[in-house]
């Protein structure tokens, strides 16, 4: 006979199951799925997310948790059981038709949005906006918060995150990236970007990127890399099955190779998770932030590094042997590090990127609390872009209407990509303390000394730890923006330096 | 509010959906999947047959198939509830622990097989083959028959067929056959097979292959063909994703370019079922016989005809020029149907064929009665063997070894490949009664008027007939061998016919 906690830890595992196979089902969907097949999909992953769903909140699933002590079992045990309860009150304290609302209206208003950011037309949007912002301040009101409403929409991304903990943080953020930007402004000094919009074959980025994702340390037998319009990684089966996709572009290097390093981080995490725990929160990432601090970390601070670079430039230049004819690899690595405001966050550098970031944090807070009405969201954006950029976006299109996210009903998403950010810088030096010939090592083309550490201080964890715990443990702070500051004032002083020539 | 038939019918909906769910976890994995992610998808894939299974068998399913009336609502809801209660019945009558047993015996018995056909040591393997043969034998027993055990087995994949009623036709089959290859023997007017085994870059296949399945009706929009070790068609969603895969090697044109034909011909059933009805059984073919009828028919009917290479040989020289520099279209038409006795059944030409099935049929039916041990299946294989080929394998791995359906508990699928060519032949005489320019439409490159025919005759209907009701509806006739005797008389007759030159 199971025990009543070998007994939950099974129904764990086959609403994991039932996940990853909604997760295959979407993977197949933007990579291999013949156009037709559209309808069947559809039915297939409303069934399965359906069956998930039943699973946890079944009143099975209730009497096993309670009948349960917290602090039976190991550690993974305890993990398993506490994050466990907490998605089965988080989900039970939401009316099914509420769940049900949500997802009608967010198919309707996706279709909205597709249809008004082409014809830059928010006033077509804004219904839909409404409904939706009604409809999450009501599953606000459900779940619970402390401060504001934002609190709980925050917490399903980030839990335990807070717009009380994370708005002096953004602040403090904005006001040293504005002082940054000044200074970035000012310079002289600028990154010849012409080199990274010349011709770049495609079957040769096709070489780089695989090669650049197993140099990070992506594993091909444990996970596949394909090619979809917006790039992303999967976890198809546990650390055993791990997918990225990528595009390309052919007159825009960067796009295809760090979009694929940038997924290669997510999936190193997903790689590094226990096997041997895989479907349980024990082999799950504790956060989306610290999620992205992974993919950041594996992008920036090491693919957007010169130390990465004097490893790989000779591979990079021998593949593009025309397009790259008498560019340095100092001046590769300042046009890879260039700064600029832009009106797009996906195209935003890293250091502007956050601004992006704080200003919709902003806005769906308002939006939130009901101080700002969804049909007043352009004249809003444009006021705070111009205030964090100094330019106005020159239609909706490239401003308000330009992330898919509101349309699906997500708020509390975007907060997640700065601090992943913001958790990466902080990691990053604690591993320069830790490791100090790092340069080095990448220099000489060895990521492994990095990637050991993260799987050893932050990936076999799975959820043990939160966010904030986990960034306390490891770097021995609680989470600040000086690391973040520090490496970013560094880094583009330098880029933005007179050079010697 | 729902009717109960609705009810049912959405029900019937959902067990479809997790079927066809099942099958691209299988498509996946034998596509696309990294190695490593096999522990992940055995228990995805047990999830989701278990899901299956358990909504067939339910209590709720059960209590709407006993609340509505086979005769009510149209034929499509009459089919619906007719198939589904079969299944229902079929499936309740097998107690769980008996398919439980089933199941792992499988999973020893398939390992121990590889080791043992690797090894050519079939007393290795005989002790799985008697445990799968008893368990056989109580699920027949539970199922119930009114001939002999092997009926039960049979009517899994050939609903409604019985040993009774296959055996006269098989003896007939066979005596028509070896009379047939006795005067085939005789000729020396054999032609010349090395064509066909000169070197055919990949590259240059794929395109052929590609092309060849888009010349039977192959819709692309709808589907897909992918590379597999063992080549197959699955659907996925409906029939509005089909997919086929094949294998290429490069000194042997036949078997990626037939294969493809082959599996093309399965996917042009799926494809012609009706969308509307997808997940039903409204929507699912007849029977593997049946199913095997459309392979055959597009592979053999269609695809080693004259008049079909008539349309496609310049085509095919094209993309071969030095492989194929003086071969003749009647050259090349003469050595894909070269006839020859073989002791692999995967490899056999058409007509030898249907022995190897005999053979298996034979041998089936005795392991069942119980009046063939399993440890003496060797002897009886090529003693069999022998008798019906006039040679002896060399080895058990090319004797009663070869094949992996006994390792699977799979008995009672052979005869539907024989079936399969038999029904073919029944309809292809039909069609050139209703199609009478049907030879001169195939030379001319048109394949449409046959696949609308098919359509029309035999896809929309799903499971609406049973395989004897739908041979007759369609030809007027029961089944019978005489289209197929005559249909290879014909052809090998002129095959092996002294040749102008």
């Given at each position: ?89 988080r989900a039970?304290r939401v009316p099914n038709e509420l769940v049900k609302s949500i997802a009608e209206a967010s198919a309707v208003a996706k279709?909205a949005w ?11 949007f804004a219904p839909h906006l409404a409904t939706l912002v009604a409809l999450k301040r009501r599953l606000a009101d459900h779940v619970g918060f402390?401060g504001e409403p934002y609190d709980a929409l925050l917490d399903e991304f980030e839990?335990?995150a807070t717009v ?196 919709r944090m902003d806005l769906e807070r308002r939006l939130l609390r009901g101080d700002l009405k969804p049909a007043?969201v ?22 308000c209407?330009?992330d898919i996210h509101w349309s699906l009903g997500i708020f509390g998403y975007f907060p997640t ?85």
């Open positions: 006979m199971p025990t009543t906690l070998e007994e939950l830890v099974e129904r764990v595992k086959d609403i994991g199951r039932l996940r990853s196979i909604g997760q295959l089902l979407e993977w197949d969907q933007d990579t291999y799925m013949p156009p037709r097949g559209v309808t069947a999909r559809a039915q297939q992953a409303a069934l399965i997310a359906g069956l998930a769903h039943e699973k946890l909140t079944a009143a099975e699933t209730g009497a096993l948790l309670g009948a349960v002590d917290v602090n039976e079992g190991d550690p993974v045990r305890q993990t398993i059981v506490r994050e466990t309860r907490r998605s089965f009150e039970s279709d597709v249809r008004a950011r082409k014809e830059d037309d928010f006033a077509a402390q839990p335990g009380a903990g994370l708005a002096p943080l953004f602040a403090e953020l904005e006001r040293h990236t504005r002082e940054l930007l000044r200074r970035i402004a000012a310079s002289p000094h600028k990154p010849d970007v012409g080199i990274l919009t010349r011709h770049f074959p495609r079957t040769q980025q096709e070489k780089l990127c695989r090669s650049m994702a197993e140099a990070l340390g992506f594993d091909f037998s444990s996970g596949r890399a394909d090619v979809t319009v917006h790039p992303f990684c999967t976890t198809i089966g546990g650390s055993g099955d791990v997918r990225i996709t990528t595009r390309y572009h052919e007159d825009f290097l960067p796009a295809a190779l760090f979009g694929t390093m940038h997924e290669t981080g997510h999936a190193l995490y997903e790689l590094g998770l226990p096997f041997e725990h895989m479907f349980t929160p024990a082999a799950e990432a504790v956060s989306l932030g610290i999620h992205e601090s992974q993919s950041r970390m594996w992008e920036n601070f090491v693919g957007r590094s010169r130390a990465f670079w004097v490893a790989h430039f000779k591979e990079l230049t021998a593949l593009f042997p025309e397009s790259l004819e008498g560019v340095t690899l100092e001046d590769f690595y300042r046009a890879i590090n260039v700064v600029r405001p832009s009106f797009i966050r996906v195209e935003a550098d890293e250091l502007t990127y956050n601004l992006h970031i704080i200003l007043d352009p004249g809003a954006w444009n006021g705070r872009f111009s205030q964090l950029f100094g330019i106005v976006p020159p239609s909706d299109r490239e401003g209407l330009q990509y700065t601090l992943g950010n913001l958790y990466a810088a902080q990691f990053f030096e604690q591993v320069q303390r830790d490791l100090p010939d790092l340069p080095d090592t990448l220099a000489a083309g060895q990521t492994r000394p990095l990637l050991d550490w993260l799987r050893e201080k932050i990936h076999r964890h799975g959820q043990r730890y939160r966010a904030a715990e986990l960034i306390e443990r490891v770097t021995g702070e609680p989470l600040s923006v000086q690391p973040f500051v520090r490496y970013a004032t560094r880094k583009f002083s330098e880029v933005y330096a007179p050079q010697a020539s």
